[in-house]
């Protein structure tokens, strides 16, 4: 039994390095326009939620590895297991987001609590996690948007756990995490309540704003509108029946 666990554990750590190489391919080639957001986000939670490494594989098929993935994928491989343990060891227990009538926002390196709480009343709430330290395993995120917003920014690479309820509001989540669990792996789970409020969970690229999102979805349906120009005249004859 020892003997089939220390074989295990070897092939997770492999599953997660891959997995991580595997992300950072797909976002370099998502920052390089060689394809648009609705495949990138495809390809990474099905990256998330890939079980062998063959299956990572596939997924980066088409894509020319860089120099910068190989560094970064040997520089995962030498973490050892007592820099995890610091890691957890130096990161808060506790912390708390509060907007009231106001604002309140978190974004560059910060490190994140392993229990935090963000309550948006009348105000905005915003969380950018794109360079924030997780310790790993689960940190958990308790929403609470009541008139207001909380808008939540993930890199492409943390798994996220998403159960929240929306009444008389939105909450709009992200879906994603490895089936198995690995070892150093950060999980962002995020719960909560938008009441007669807002709360938008976001895959964004580090540095990009959401100006150049927008921008970018702007291009993406151009070129989609002139890939298909026969479509949108029957979505205008199709509006014009509906006022009739």
Request: glycine residues 8%; charged residues 30%.
């Amino acid at each position: 039994m020892l003997r089939a666990m220390a074989d295990e554990k070897p092939t997770l750590v492999r599953l997660r390095d891959e997995r991580e190489k595997t992300i950072s391919m797909l976002s370099d080639a998502f920052a390089n326009d060689l394809f648009d957001v609705d495949e990138f986000e495809a390809r990474v939670d099905k990256a998330h939620q890939a079980n062998s490494c063959e299956a990572l594989v596939v997924l980066r098929k088409d894509i020319t590895p860089s120099e910068e993935n190989t560094s970064t994928t040997t520089a995962i491989a030498l973490r050892s297991e007592a820099d995890e343990n610091a890691l957890i060891a130096a990161q808060p227990k506790t912390g708390w987001a509060v907007a009231i009538m106001g604002g309140s926002k978190r974004k560059g390196q910060w490190r994140v609590p392993k229990k935090m709480r963000a309550i948006s009343l009348m105000g905005g709430v915003q969380l950018d996690f794109r360079e924030a330290v997780l310790a790993p395993g689960i940190t958990t995120l308790t929403v609470m948007a009541c008139m207001g917003g909380v808008e939540i920014l993930v890199p492409p690479g943390l798994a996220v756990e998403c159960h929240g309820i929306g009444i008389m509001g939105g909450f709009e989540g992200v879906e994603r995490s490895p089936a198995i669990p690995e070892p150093g792996q950060s999980l962002l789970r995020i719960t909560g309540l938008a009441l007669m409020g807002g709360v938008d969970v976001k895959t964004r690229l580090v540095g990009e704003s959401s100006r150049q999102a927008r921008k970018r979805r702007k291009r993406e349906y151009k070129e989609l509108a002139a890939s298909a120009p026969a479509m949108l005249p029957e979505a205008r004859v199709h509006r014009s029946d509906t006022k009739k």
